[in-house]
């Protein structure tokens, strides 16, 4: 039994509003990116090399902040199939609930609060064996 159904419209709600927040954040990088490509007073360049543009402007992108925004978006998008299939809320290491406020204050989170734990840091000092 994970969540109650109105936890769930709760979670619902909560995953597409930070869905959107973050659509959102995207759609900012790309103008911010746009407007200083082009420049800060709109002297965009007589060009007709559209199609060039369109590729320069994405790679000119602050990468490591798009794909942190786009993996939290998959992440999102994950958290709300799981939550359409009842899986929602589940730990995937340890198979316990994972608690509600934790979720309300990170729902793409795919551990309990101890598991996950343990896994930042495993993450954060990758173990050498020790043999
Ligand atoms: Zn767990």
Redesign the pocket.
Same mark, same amino acid.
């Given at each position: 039994m994970a969540l109650r159904k109105k936890q769930k419209l709760e979670m619902e709600r909560l995953i597409k509003e930070r869905r959107a927040a973050i659509a959102a954040e995207l759609q900012r990088d790309v103008e911010k990116a746009r407007e200083e490509q082009y420049g800060e007073l709109g002297g965009a360049p007589a060009s007709d090399t559209g199609d060039q543009a369109s590729a320069d402007l994405l790679s000119d992108l602050d990468n490591a902040e798009l794909s942190r925004d786009l993996d939290e978006l998959r992440a999102l998008d994950a958290a709300l199939a799981r939550l359409m299939g009842r899986k929602y809320g589940t %730990?995937v *290491? +340890?198979g316990?609930e994972i608690a509600f406020e934790r979720l309300t204050a990170q729902p793409a989170a795919l551990? %309990?609060f *101890? +598991?996950q734990r343990v896994h930042e840091k495993t993450f954060a000092h990758p173990s050498r064996a020790k043999l």
């Open positions: %730990c *290491d +340890c316990g551990r %309990c *101890d +598991c």
